[in-house]
């Protein structure tokens, strides 16, 4: 069965260093997020892509993230000046249909 | 005001009984989405069930059924005949409006605990 993948699994940096969490969407499907949940806590929507472009941003989602679909397999988030409070587990999810959206396994970041 | 809630911080089942855990949602639309997805220890987010707002049964998949409550605007989990496997955190969502790009507003979650 298809499935979202993410890589790293893990990622540790210092504070101040840029990120790049990558993705790889299910094949067929035209709508992708990124989404984040900070430890014991709810799951937070960040951003949305489709056609090549940003559809929906939250507040979250300021100028130090940027999102790419740099080649039509991959789906990339960049943190450009990490942050202690950017620590969180970053999900990737995607969907062809409202019924329902896919998960990737997550990539765990660590801030220092 | 939020948008899921989910009152039940911690759930605990028996082995093989049934658990409901709850999920209230406030929203104007006439268009939305409910969905479920369980979170092992592990971290990855399971796709459970859907249900839309238009839909006029309640939703299925194996041993998890959604009770769409439209009017008193609650969707909770049924999960029958509890395994140790389902011991994980639950999350419900909300998609508001009919659009393939409309992003997912999560609740707090419940921890179910299933004992032998």
């Known amino acids: 069965e298809p499935e979202v993948t993410q890589t790293p699994s893990h990622q540790v940096t210092q504070m101040g260093q840029e990120v790049i969490l990558r993705c790889v969407p299910i094949?067929?499907?035209?709508?992708f997020y990124w989404y984040r949940q900070i430890l014991g806590q709810k799951v937070e929507f960040l951003v949305s892509?489709?056609?090549?472009?940003?559809?929906?941003k939250s507040e979250i989602f300021d100028d130090q993230f940027s999102v790419e679909r740099p080649d039509g397999s991959n789906f990339t988030l960049k943190i450009r000046s990490t942050k202690l409070e950017d620590s969180a587990m970053y999900f990737c999810?995607?969907?062809?249909?409202?019924?329902?959206?896919?998960f990737g396994p997550g990539t765990r970041l660590l801030v220092l | 005001a939020q948008k899921i809630t989910q009152t039940q911080p911690g759930m605990f089942v028996q082995e093989k009984e049934a658990v409901t855990l709850d999920c209230t949602y406030d929203?104007?639309?006439?268009?939305?989405?409910l969905f479920w997805y369980k979170q092992p220890s592990s971290g990855e987010m399971i796709f459970l069930i859907y249900?839309?707002?238009?839909?006029?049964q309640n939703a299925t998949e194996g041993r998890y059924s959604l009770n769409f409550q439209k009017a008193r605007k609650s969707a909770n989990l049924v999960i029958s005949a509890s395994q140790l496997g389902d011991s994980a955190m639950y999350f419900c969502?909300?998609?508001?409006?009919?659009?393939?790009?409309?992003?997912?507003?999560f609740g707090k979650g419940t921890m179910l605990l299933v004992s032998p």
């Open positions: 969502a909300m998609r508001e409006g009919n659009s393939g790009y409309s992003t997912l507003t």
């Open positions: 929203t104007s639309d006439q268009s939305y989405g």
């Open positions: 892509f489709y056609n090549n472009e940003i559809s929906e």
């Open positions: 249900q839309g707002s238009y839909d006029e």
């Open positions: 094949s067929n499907h035209l709508y």
């Open positions: 999810a995607s969907t062809w249909m409202v019924e329902t959206q896919y």
